[in-house]
């Protein structure tokens, strides 16, 4: 009980900027929805929720880590559910195609609008990645830490494109599994399709490294003041 309500003491700070930041979102969205009268880019919302359940997994395996080993079933369980909800925190930012002029408020505020929202989710994927990667750095080397995160975003970064490009999203993995593996497959076989899912995947895996890296050197530098 007393290491849980460590966990949750480390991390109050930060989630509660984090929801904070969020009801910002959350008030330019309402504020957008009252002058045009309309519910245009309620996904960004929905989308934003998404983004927290890959966190809430995090949190939950740190807490269960500090009891049970990883190998153990629950850790198991809760471990592969965070690594299939993660690509959702990193997927709103594929839906910028959607940004385009409307006539109902400026492009400039609906520019802030979907920044925000981007932010956010990033934010949410970007500290379960964290938690994620401290708990291995503690049961394995550095090295090897580093590459199973890079392995991770590399998962993530092909998930966005089966989602945008595929249109599948993570309930598919539990109601339509044998279609869904025959469409990753054919991303692998098909050379056309190789290409595309190749340059779409590397892409969001530069993306998603290179803010990572920023990120993880933020908190190490936290740790030397």
Known sequence: MRKTKNIFREYKRLIL?????????????SLRVIDSGGLRY???????????IPLVFAVLLSINL???????????????????????SFYLVSDLIHLQTTYEVSILYDTVLFTSFIFNSYLSG??????????????????????????????????????RVLRWNTWDIFLHPNSLLFDVS??????????????????????????YMVVWQLTRLGRRD
């Open 42 to 52: 309620w996904f960004l919302v929905w989308n934003l929720v998404l983004a927290w």
């Open 186 to 211: 054919e991303q692998v076989v098909n050379d056309a399709a190789q290409s595309r899912a190749s340059v779409t995947t590397l892409s969001f895996f530069v993306l998603l490294g290179g803010m």
């Open 66 to 88: 500090k009891k049970k080993s990883w190998s153990s079933i629950p850790n198991i369980l809760i471990t592969l559910m965070w690594l299939v909800f993660l690509p959702n």
């Open 17 to 29: 900027a984090l929801v904070t930041a969020n009801l910002v979102s959350l008030v330019l969205f």
């Open 126 to 163: 970007f500290i379960s990645l964290f938690i994620v990667h401290k708990e291995l750095i503690k049961r394995t080397s550095l090295k090897t830490a580093h590459i199973i995160i890079a392995s991770v975003l590399l998962l993530c970064s092909f998930a966005i494109y089966l989602g």
